[in-house]
Nanobody, 123 residues
Framework: EVQLVESGGGLVQPGGSLRLSCAASGFTFDDYAMSWVRQAPGKGLEWVSGITWNGDTTYYGDSMKGRFTISRDNAKNTLYLQMHSLKSEDTAVYYC????????????????WGQGTQVTVSS
């Protein structure tokens, strides 16, 4: 059974930083691309960032470029999202998600999600 467990969320002031983690189990982590998506209060899901199976290629939403960094440690089966210069509009529940397709591709087509971790940016 695929399990994705996010952690690291919390309350942070505007301009602050947080690092989210996603512990993966139940599948061969380094066989799949992974992503972060978020959902702000009252809004739909927004794709944040993605990374290929070996970490060589990363992708970011326009509003995240230069502020967020996605990475992975395949030896630890863990996905990360380092967030800097946080803004109030980054307030959301952040989810990690597993790509449906096996291999060296990035599709942003997900088949598994975690339970999410809340990030609140407020003074």
């Amino acid at each position: 059974e695929v399990q994705l467990v996010e952690s690291g969320g919390g309350l942070v002031q505007p301009g602050g930083s947080l690092r989210l983690s996603c512990a993966a189990s139940g599948f061969t982590f380094d066989d799949y691309a992974m992503s972060w998506v978020r959902q702000a209060p009252g809004k739909g899901l927004e794709w944040v960032s993605g990374i290929t199976w070996n970490g060589d290629t990363t992708y970011y939403g326009d509003s995240m470029k230069g502020r967020f960094t996605i990475s992975r440690d395949n030896a630890k089966n863990t996905l990360y999202l380092q967030m800097h210069s946080l803004k109030s509009e980054d307030t959301a529940v952040y989810y990690c998600a597993k790509d449906r397709r096996f291999g060296p591709y990035y599709s942003a087509d997900f088949d598994s999600w975690g339970q999410g971790t809340q990030v609140t940016v407020s003074s």
